[in-house]
Nanobody
Framework: QGKFVESGGGLVEPGGSLRLSCTAS????????IGWFRQAPGKDLEGISC????????YYRESVAGRFSISRDNSKNSVLLEMTNLKPEDTGTYYCAVDEGACDPDGAEYWGQGTQVTVSL
């Protein structure tokens, strides 16, 4: 059974930066696209950024494009999400999961426990 472990969240002021990391186990990591998904308070789970299995394509939600950067290291079964110029609306719990297509949380698998990001003064 596959799983992810996320880390790197925290409390940061608007305009600040964070680096989220997740490490996978229990499945053939290098054969799957991986995504970062967010559950904001009172909102539905949404796809933030996803990356193809061989690192040749990435997707960003419009609200984070230009501020967030996703990367992966298949030798370490890990995916990073570099977040800059953070805004209060970026607040939420961030999860890694296997992306089954379109960076849609409905089709994602192997959810981790999430890491909390809070952007506030």
């Amino acid at each position: 059974q596959g799983k992810f472990v996320e880390s790197g969240g925290g409390l940061v002021e608007p305009g600040g930066s964070l680096r989220l990391s997740c490490t996978a186990s229990g499945f053939a990591f290098d054969q799957y696209a991986i995504g970062w998904f967010r559950q904001a308070p009172g909102k539905d789970l949404e796809g933030i950024s996803c990356i193809s299995s061989v690192n040749d394509y990435s997707y960003y939600r419009e609200s984070v494009a230009g501020r967030f950067s996703i990367s992966r290291d298949n030798s370490k079964n890990s995916v990073l999400l570099e977040m800059t110029n953070l805004k209060p609306e970026d607040t939420g719990t961030y999860y890694c999961a296997v992306d089954e297509g379109a960076c849609d949380p409905d089709g994602a698998e192997y959810w981790g426990q999430g890491t909390q990001v809070t952007v506030s003064l």
